[in-house]
C-alpha cells in the first residue's frame, strides 16, 4: 500500500480499514514511549530508525514481509504534509519491492488535511476541529504491476486524488450559500473595498446584495432569463452585481470590455443574453454599441422602497443562513448547475464560452485556501478584472466564499492607485501578470507595498530577474502559477515562501509552476504516440480533476476535441520532475517545425531578452513567431520595440549563445512595432502578433 501521508491518524484509519493485517513502516521516534512500542509489535509495525544500518534493516524486513505474502504499507512521502499538496516520492520504496512481484495498491487519504491531526496552519492538535462528526474518504486504486520508478506510482496516487476530490466536490456548499454565510460571519467587519472610497462590512455588503436581486427581479429580469451580462471593472459595484445575480440563481457572464463591439456582441449572441448591467461613467468609456438591452446600475438608486431596505436588512442581520438560503432557492443548487460563462481571451484564436460549473469554481477556491493557507486578516487586491478567470475564481469568489476581505480596483496597470489601495487596506495578498508586477516596480513605494506577504504571477513566464527585482524593491518574492480558463483555473502554484511550513519537503521550485493543487492531477503524453511519458520528458500536457469545465458553450464538437475520458489537453508543452513540480516549455501553438525539429518560440525570446539586456521595468520588447514558408515549412518572425541593437548583432549574440541554427532568425525577419500588443488579461495578444507577421512577411519563401 503507498498513500499519501496527511496526518498522524493515516495509519490507525488504514489499519481500521482493511480487513487483513498490515505491516506499517514507520519511523521508531515516534515510537519511543514502552506503550505505544508495545502497541507497535501488537500491530507488526516495522520500524525505521535514522541510521543507514537501522534503515536497511527495515527495508529488508519490509521485502521479506512482502515475499511472505504479507500486506505492507510505507508511506513514500517520508514525511507529513505540511501544504496539502502530494510530496515527492523517497526511492525506498523501489528498495522495498526489488526482488518481489508484490503488486502496489495506490491509496489517497481524502478530507483529513484541516484537521486537528494534520498540520493545517502550521500546527497539529491544538486547534478546535471544524465540525463533527468529521468526514473521512479512503480511496484504494487498481494495482500498479511491476512499477518502473516512484514517478509512476506517485502519479498513479495523484490521479486517484482527483477522483477522491472530484467525488467530494458534489458535497460542497454552494458557492452563493457560502457568499451568505461569510457575509455573517463578517458582518460587522469589513468584507469588500475598493480604491473609490468604498468599505462594505460583510453586513451591508449583503444588504446591498438582496436589494440589487429583488429590484432586478421587479424592474428588469424575467424568470426565465438564465444568462445575464455584466460590464463592470473590478469594484465593490462589480461585486454586488455578480453575487445579486448568484443567489437569485442567475449565470452572470463578466464581458471583456477589452474587445471590439464585434467581438462583444458574439459573445452575447452565443449566451443568449439580453440585458447587460452596467454603469453609466463605465460605459461612456468603452464607446461600444451591444446587441443587447443596457441596464444603468445608477439608475436603481432611487428606487429601493422601505420595504426592500428593511426586509434585507432583516435578512442580513437576524434570519439564519440556512433559513435565507432556502428562502431564496439556493438548496436548490447543485455542483453540475452552471456559475458562469467565461469567453477565452482569444490569444491564439476566436473567443469560446467555456462553462464553469458551481463544483468547478468550489474545487478551485477551496485547493486555493489549502495551499495558500488564507487566513481572517488577509486582504486580497482584486485587480484582475472578472471576465478573466482568476480574477473570477481568485479575487471574486476566494474572496466571497472564505472569511477574508477583497480589496478592488479597477485598472490593474495603474500602478500608483493600486500601491495605495494596498497601503490603505494593508493588503496581504496580490495576483497579477508579470507585466502588471513591472508596473508596480516602477510605481509602487516600498512603504505602499510594505504588508503584502504572497505574490503570485500567472498568465506568462515569470523571469528570476523580475522576480529578484520585486523581492529586492518590497521584500516578497513573487511565485509562478498556472492556469487555463478551462480550467477553474488554477492547475498548479509554488507554495508562497511567507505560507511554506520550511521543513526540509521542497515546496517550491524557481522555473517551474509548481506541483498541482489538491485534487488535481497532471500527465504529459508523447505529441506523437500519445503515449504516457516518464519524468522530465517533454510532451503535451494533460490535466485531470473537478475543475476540469463542463465543456464549450453551444459547441460540444470543440469540447470533444480538448477533453478526453475526463482529461483536458491544455495545448502546453510540459515536462514534470520526480518531485512533481510542472515546468512549461512552451505552448503547442508557439513552436515552429522546421527542418523535421520543433523550435520553440520562448527558449529563442528569452535569449534575445538576456542579448538586449532590458531592465525589467521595461519588460518584454522582442516576440517570437512564425508564418509560413514554402521552403522550410515555417519561417521565424521576430516582432520588436525599439532596440539598441541592429538584427544582425542580435543573430550573431544567438549564435553566440549556443542556440542552433534553426533556432535562428535571418536579419531580415525582424520587424519593429511601437508597442507589443496585449490582451485585457496582460497576456500578449498572439493572434494580434501573428497578423502583424503575416502583413509584413507573408507566406513567401523566403
Wanted: overall charge neutral; glycine content about 8%.
Amino acid at each position: 500500500l503507498t498513500p499519501n501521508h496527511v496526518s498522524w491518524l493515516d495509519g490507525v484509519l488504514l489499519l481500521l480499514t482493511s480487513s487483513r493485517p498490515i505491516r506499517m513502516l514507520v519511523w521508531a521516534g515516534n515510537f519511543q514511549n514502552p506503550w505505544l512500542k508495545r502497541l507497535g509489535a501488537l500491530f507488526g509495525a516495522i520500524l525505521i530508525g535514522d541510521r543507514p544500518k537501522e534503515i536497511a534493516a527495515a527495508l529488508k524486513t519490509a521485502r521479506e514481509a512482502l515475499r511472505n505474502g504479507e500486506l505492507v504499507c510505507i508511506f513514500p512521502e517520508g514525511a507529513i504534509t505540511r501544504t496539502g499538496q502530494l510530496q515527492a516520492f523517497k526511492p525506498g520504496m523501489m528498495k522495498v519491492l526489488q526482488g518481489t512481484d508484490a503488486p502496489v495498491i495506490p491509496v489517497y487519504l481524502d478530507e483529513l488535511w484541516g484537521s486537528i491531526f494534520s498540520f493545517k496552519g502550521g500546527k497539529f492538535f491544538w486547534k478546535w476541529p471544524r465540525r463533527l462528526p468529521y468526514p473521512i474518504s479512503i480511496f484504494f486504486g487498481p494495482p500498479v504491476a511491476n512499477p518502473q520508478d516512484v514517478h509512476q506510482v506517485r502519479q498513479a496516487v495523484l490521479q486517484l486524488g482527483a477522483t477522491a476530490v472530484q467525488q467530494r466536490s458534489r458535497r460542497l456548499t454552494p458557492l452563493p450559500c457560502s457568499f451568505i454565510r461569510r457575509c455573517k460571519q463578517r458582518l460587522r467587519a469589513a468584507k469588500v473595498a475598493d480604491s473609490m472610497g468604498t468599505v462594505m462590512t460583510g453586513g451591508q455588503l449583503l444588504i446591498r446584495t438582496l436589494v440589487l436581486r429583488r429590484l432586478l427581479r421587479r424592474h428588469v429580469l424575467s424568470d426565465a432569463e438564465k444568462f445575464v451580462g455584466v460590464l463592470l471593472p473590478p469594484s465593490a459595484g462589480g461585486v454586488v452585481c455578480n453575487m445579486a445575480l448568484a443567489i437569485d440563481r442567475r449565470v452572470a457572464v463578466n464581458l471583456n470590455y477589452t474587445v471590439s463591439s464585434g467581438v462583444m456582441n458574439a459573445c452575447i449572441q452565443q449566451a443568449g443574453i439580453r440585458h447587460v448591467l452596467t454603469s453609466r461613467k463605465f460605459m461612456d468609456k468603452l464607446n461600444l454599441e451591444l446587441d443587447a438591452e443596457v441596464v444603468y446600475l445608477e439608475d436603481f438608486k432611487d428606487r429601493p422602497t422601505l420595504a426592500d431596505k428593511l426586509l434585507s436588512a432583516a435578512a442580513a442581520y437576524t434570519v439564519p443562513a440556512s433559513r435565507l438560503e432556502k428562502s431564496l432557492g439556493l438548496n436548490k443548487l447543485t455542483s453540475d448547475d452552471i456559475a458562469t460563462v467565461i469567453f477565452t481571451s482569444g490569444s491564439t484564436g476566436q473567443p469560446k464560452g467555456v462553462m464553469l460549473s458551481y463544483g468547478n469554481v468550489a474545487s478551485n477556491v477551496q485547493a486555493i485556501d489549502e495551499v495558500v493557507h488564507l487566513r481572517s486578516d488577509d486582504v486580497v487586491l482584486g485587480v484582475l478584472p472578472f471576465f478573466h478567470s482568476f480574477g473570477y475564481t481568485v479575487t471574486l469568489w476566494t474572496v466571497m466564499s472564505i472569511d477574508v476581505e477583497g480589496a478592488y480596483h479597477f485598472n490593474p496597470l495603474d500602478g500608483r492607485q493600486v500601491a495605495d489601495l494596498c497601503e490603505k487596506r494593508k493588503g496581504t495578498l496580490l495576483l497579477a501578470t508579470p507585466t502588471f508586477l513591472r508596473t508596480y516596480l516602477r510605481r509602487a513605494t516600498p512603504e505602499q507595498f510594505q504588508t503584502l506577504e504572497v505574490v503570485v504571477a500567472g498568465a506568462e513566464k515569470l523571469p528570476r530577474e523580475l522576480s529578484d527585482a520585486f523581492e529586492e524593491k518590497f521584500g516578497v518574492r513573487p511565485v509562478e502559477g498556472y492556469g487555463a480558463t478551462e480550467l477553474s483555473p488554477l492547475v498548479s502554484v509554488n507554495v508562497p515562501p511567507s505560507r511554506s511550513a520550511k521543513t526540509s519537503d521542497i515546496d517550491l521550485k524557481e522555473g517551474t509552476v509548481g506541483r498541482p493543487v489538491p485534487g488535481v492531477s497532471a500527465k504529459v503524453t508523447d505529441l506523437d504516440t500519445g503515449e504516457t511519458l516518464g519524468a522530465d520528458q517533454p510532451g503535451m500536457l494533460w490535466i485531470t480533476g473537478p475543475n476540469v469545465m463542463k465543456g464549450y458553450l453551444g459547441r460540444e464538437d470543440l469540447t470533444a476535441e480538448v477533453v478526453k475520458d475526463g482529461w483536458y489537453m491544455t495545448g502546453d508543452i510540459a515536462k514534470i520532475d520526480t518531485d512533481g513540480f510542472i515546468t512549461i516549455t512552451g505552448r503547442e501553438s508557439r513552436f515552429s517545425k522546421i527542418g523535421g525539429e520543433m523550435i520553440p518560440h520562448i527558449k529563442i525570446e528569452e535569449t534575445l531578452t538576456k542579448l538586449i539586456a532590458a531592465s525589467e521595468e521595461e519588460g518584454l520588447k522582442a516576440v517570437v513567431t512564425a508564418v509560413p514558408d514554402a521552403k522550410k515549412g515555417e519561417r521565424l518572425v521576430v516582432i520588436h520595440t525599439s532596440l539598441d541593437q541592429s538584427p544582425q548583432q542580435l543573430c550573431e549574440g544567438l549564435s553566440r549563445e549556443g542556440l542552433p541554427n534553426l533556432f535562428i532568425p535571418s536579419a531580415d525577419s525582424f520587424h519593429q512595432v511601437d508597442e507589443l500588443p496585449l490582451l485585457g488579461s496582460g497576456k500578449l495578444d498572439l493572434k494580434h502578433l501573428k497578423q502583424i507577421a503575416l502583413e509584413r512577411f507573408g507566406g513567401g519563401s523566403t
